[in-house]
């Protein structure tokens, strides 16, 4: 990309940060940094943050460039109502003048996008899978119709705004880290914010795994575990890695319907994707057909993940799976791991 290919004016990104089980430091994640980094790629006036917590992961921005951090005084339940993160992005992107705000693609981060286009009047884009700038006018690349259609559209305004993908861009440190500037950023609370108040807050999902979106490894559950989750369950625990599954898996109560990968469920990017017993419908593989390297066990040699997998194993997942757990461990405990 040349010169002539970046905005001269900084981009703000909407930074989501997360918890690691019961520890209290609060981590950037693994969407976020990739939007950072894709933002770093589409402007040569630096990149802003919006972290949505009181105590940003400094080291991670750091390490990817950021240069400065604003913090909304606002307590940590706040986050969850996305009118008032919307109230703190207008204060932020009218603070200073900025080239694009990026955020990622979340149920949050696409109601906040919409939130500030709408008091803006500006464009925006929801669940860009690619971004670059022409002149100064950000061109955003977007998959529709279970990824039968992709899209380039032009997205102007006196702020362009964009909710990116999981998997849009790689995470790329900065070739020096920066020593970003923290604010505290005060804001106005909006009548729709006023409107809706937390009353509780708790984790649905206490498997005590890493998050699925944020997973360097995962297993996927599809139909053919015909409702036995221990298997891949095992699997994912050994690996350290998340859980998800299949439609099929979501629908018939087998798991839960937030680990469900896919065009109407999350979407993964890890460094390593496990299927057992998945199809690869195309309404799953375009929300996991970026990840790194892809591995498959399914009985049925037709089946349309082969034709993604880097490795692909035509066989009983409940033979196979149990196998390499087996010879994992083995490896393990020769290299002394265990
Ligand atoms: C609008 C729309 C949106 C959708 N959104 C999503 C979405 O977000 N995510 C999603 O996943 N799907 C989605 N779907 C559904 C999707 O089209 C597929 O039906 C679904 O992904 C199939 O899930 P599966 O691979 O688990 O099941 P199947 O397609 O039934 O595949 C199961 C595979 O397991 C194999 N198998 C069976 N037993 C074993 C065994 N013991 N060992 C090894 N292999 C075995 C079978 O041969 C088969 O190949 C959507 C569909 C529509 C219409």
Request: aromatic share 4%; glycine share 8%.
């Amino acid at each position: 990309m040349t010169m002539t290919d970046q905005l001269h004016t900084p981009i703000l990104v909407l930074a989501d940060h997360q918890h690691y089980n019961d520890e209290d430091t609060w981590h950037l994640t693994t969407t976020s940094a990739q939007v950072i980094s894709l933002a770093r790629t589409l402007t040569n006036a630096g990149v802003h943050v919006l972290a949505l917590t009181r105590t940003p992961d400094t080291p991670a921005l750091a390490a990817l460039g950021v240069e400065k951090v604003l913090c909304p005084v606002f307590d940590d339940l706040a986050p969850r109502v996305s009118a008032l993160v919307a109230d703190a992005a207008l204060a932020a992107v009218t603070s200073q003048h900025y080239g694009a705000f990026l955020l990622p693609s979340s149920y949050r981060g696409r109601e906040v996008a919409a939130r500030v286009a709408m008091r803006l009047n500006c464009g925006v884009l929801a669940d860009a899978n690619a971004l670059t700038v022409k002149g100064q006018a950000l061109i955003a690349t977007s998959v529709a119709l279970a990824g039968t259609w992709t899209n380039r559209i032009r997205i102007t305004g006196t702020l362009p705004i964009a909710t990116v993908k999981t998997g849009a861009c790689a995470i790329i440190p900065a070739s020096e880290p920066s020593v970003p500037q923290i604010e505290e950023l005060s804001f106005e609370k909006s009548p729709q914010a006023s409107a809706i108040e937390v009353l509780s807050s708790h984790v649905e999902n206490g498997t005590g795994r890493v998050r699925l979106a944020d997973a360097e490894i995962v297993v996927v559950a599809g139909r053919g575990t015909n409702a036995d989750m221990s298997v891949v369950e095992a699997l994912a625990d050994e690996l350290g890695a998340a859980v998800g599954v299949t439609r099929v898996v979501a629908d018939e109560g087998w798991a839960p319907r937030n680990v469900q990968i896919g065009q109407t469920g999350v979407n993964v990017s890890p460094k390593l994707y496990i299927g057992l017993g998945v199809s690869g419908a195309i309404h799953h593989t375009v929300g996991m057909q970026s990840s790194e390297h892809i591995v498959a066990v399914c009985d049925d040699p037709d089946a349309p993940i082969f034709e993604i997998a880097d490795f692909g194993v035509v066989g009983d997942l409940f033979e196979v799976a149990p196998k390499a757990l087996e010879a994992i461990r083995a490896a393990r405990t020769r290299r002394g791991e265990n």
